[in-house]
């Protein structure tokens, strides 16, 4: 082994420096801006969960930085649509304008939770997700994240298509705060057949899976 490390020239090492060096460059280098579309569920009596909502939105507008983009929407019956978009934004470069932004989207999102009393009939977590792809595309974030505020039961209007493969190449996928039915009580598999069925179907798309429900591993979200 020695032999043949002594036999090397110093050029001949120059290439293999200098891919190790481009190597760990690539590594290090940042993602881009982030891109953070909050789903929220208003199906039934999970508006009952929107204060919990609010905490996520202030957690995320103390986190998000200059650049990044957060949007929130709802999930109701039909949910490919912008109209259901509550509130987006892309943050600015300068700090005081970013601080005018994130004090408007959380007055705008308290409203939205004062005024959201009585919930949808169904529940398309479908195509809000398709909603929350699209948006993040154009925004071009290198990092790209749609959060779930549901319970993960899908209930469509009869006759709506949602059986098909979705395209989330690069979304990080993360469920919060799902809330266990008054069904899963009875038999905790239909729980936990929700998640492998959502997780299979996420990654099946390209993308990745993960579940938060204590908010104070909240954090993690933005781990990486």
């Not at 009869?158 to 996928?173: K, M, Q, S, T």
Request: charged share 25%; glycine share 8%.
């Amino acid at each position: 082994m020695n032999k043949i490390t002594h036999n090397l020239r110093p050029t001949a090492l120059l290439p293999l420096l200098l891919g190790a060096v481009l190597t760990l460059s690539a590594c290090a280098a940042p993602q881009g801006p982030k891109g953070v579309y909050l789903l929220l569920d208003t199906s039934g009596t999970y508006t009952v969960e929107l204060e919990k909502a609010k905490k996520i939105v202030n957690l995320l507008l103390g986190t998000l930085e200059a650049g990044d983009s957060l949007a929130v929407a709802r999930i109701d019956s039909a949910s490919f649509s912008e109209k259901d978009i509550v509130a987006r934004m892309v943050f600015d470069q300068r700090p005081s304008t970013a601080n005018n932004q994130k004090r408007a989207f959380k007055k705008t999102m308290d409203g939205f939770a004062q005024r959201t009393q009585k919930g949808s009939a169904h529940t398309d977590i479908t195509g809000g997700i398709l909603q929350a792809v699209e948006w993040l595309t154009e925004t071009g974030a290198g990092q790209q994240t749609v959060l779930l505020f549901t319970d993960l039961e899908e209930d469509l209007i009869p006759g709506h298509i949602r059986d098909f493969p979705l395209d989330l190449a690069g979304v990080r996928v993360v469920a919060i705060n799902v809330t266990k039915l008054r069904s899963d009580n009875i038999d905790p598999r239909k729980y936990m057949a929700r998640l492998d069925a959502w997780k299979t179907r996420v990654e099946q798309g390209g993308g990745r899976f993960e579940v938060i429900n204590d908010l104070d591993h909240f954090s993690r979200v933005f781990a990486g």
